[in-house]
């Protein structure tokens, strides 16, 4: 169940875009995003609620496709401190846990 | 506010030993998830506890077993260590059950099996 994330790393320029997709063989409830920066605790960014609520940073922007099962996370004009690896969370229905992928690691360089 | 409290943040073990590692979760939190991270492998679920109750396990074996307290505080024990043990375990904790509300992780526990 555990959901399928693309690319596995992706390497920018400050300014550029990259979009991290992820997604789930199952019907989703949720859709969650993480980051997290080498040797520190992974941090939330978004939920994307069925139904189409949304909850997190206004810098950061996402879509949740619930017929296709997936979601897509926007980074847009791309900045140093985005470096990292991004993790979504998926939960299939309303009593499951929350089941993260394998991470997408991206790297900014100036 | 504190935030998520993991201790130890270091532990080195032996093949065979058995360990336990602590998550006190932020105040009012009373859902605690945990996790093993290794390479490349992502955070891997392994159980989900809400007021002192399991409603989800992971996929690992029965050497992994955990509890929460009524002060919200988790332990998670495994007995038995292998090498494969070897890993950064991670606890989150939030409001209710993570899947509707942003969980937040502890700096975690790097477990080394020699």
């Known amino acids: 169940q555990q959901p399928v994330q693309s690319p596995q790393a992706v390497i920018l320029r400050e300014g550029e875009d990259a979009v991290i997709n992820c997604s789930s063989s199952?019907?989703?409830?949720?859709v969650h995003w993480y980051r997290q920066k080498h040797g520190e605790a992974p941090v939330f960014l978004m939920i994307?609620?069925?139904?189409?609520e949304q909850k997190g940073h206004e810098k950061i922007s996402a879509s949740f496709n619930e017929k296709k099962q997936q979601s897509s996370l926007y980074l847009t004009a791309s900045q140093l401190s985005y470096s990292g690896t991004y993790f979504c969370g998926t939960a299939n229905q309303a009593g499951t846990a929350l089941i993260f992928g394998k991470g997408t690691t991206l790297s900014v360089s100036s | 506010k504190a935030g998520v409290t993991q201790t130890p943040r270091y532990l080195i073990k032996t093949r065979g030993q058995q360990v336990t590692l602590s998550c006190s979760p932020i105040s009012g939190h009373r859902s605690v998830s945990w996790y093993q991270q290794t390479p490349g492998q992502g955070l891997q679920f392994l159980f989900e506890?809400?007021?002192?109750?399991?409603?989800n396990k992971g996929n690992f074996p029965g050497r992994f077993s955990g509890r929460q307290f009524s002060n919200s505080r988790s332990e998670m024990n495994v007995s038995t260590l292998e090498l494969g043990d070897s890993a950064l375990y991670l606890c989150?904790?939030?409001?209710?059950?993570?899947?509707?509300?942003?969980?937040?992780f502890g700096q975690g526990t790097r477990l080394t099996v020699v």
């Open positions: 994307l609620l069925k139904g189409g």
């Open positions: 199952k019907a989703l409830y949720s």
């Open positions: 989150a904790s939030s409001l209710t059950p993570g899947r509707n509300t942003e969980a937040f």
């Open positions: 506890y809400f007021s002192e109750t399991q409603r």
